[in-house]
Nanobody, 111 residues
Framework: VQLVESGGGLVQPGGSLRLSCAAS????????MNWFRQASGKERELVAA????????NYADSVKGRFTISRDNTKNMLYLQMNSLKSEDTAVYYC?????WGQGTQVTVSS
């Protein structure tokens, strides 16, 4: 299993970012995919999850209505569209599946 995140960066409060995760080494469409995040000094937390077919999603209460998880099973890609970003969204964001983690991508929300 290999997971490679991209798309992080510095954004102002209220701004948007789109994270991507390129997956390989397993049959992507068969598995639930997750986005986690870990802020400095805090535990890693689940942000969003999506079913293999992409027809079912779940979100942490803190991001509901602002973040959207999606996937493209033809490209083995996972996405996280993040809108109306807040300073408290600052964290390293990780793609997760089958017990494996990507290297993470830093998201910093600051003016």
């Amino acid at each position: 299993v290999q997971l490679v995140e991209s798309g992080g960066g510095l954004v102002q409060p209220g701004g948007s970012l789109r994270l991507s995760c390129a997956a390989s080494g397993f049959t992507f469409r068969w598995y639930v995919m997750n986005w986690f995040r870990q802020a400095s000094g805090k535990e890693r937390e689940l942000v969003a999850a999506i079913s293999g077919a992409g027809d079912s999603t779940n979100y942490a209460d803190s991001v509901k209505g602002r973040f959207t998880i999606s996937r493209d099973n033809t490209k083995n890609m996972l996405y996280l569209q993040m809108n109306s970003l807040k300073s408290e969204d600052t964290a390293v964001y990780y793609c997760h599946a089958l017990g494996s983690w990507g290297q993470g991508t830093q998201v910093t929300v600051s003016s």
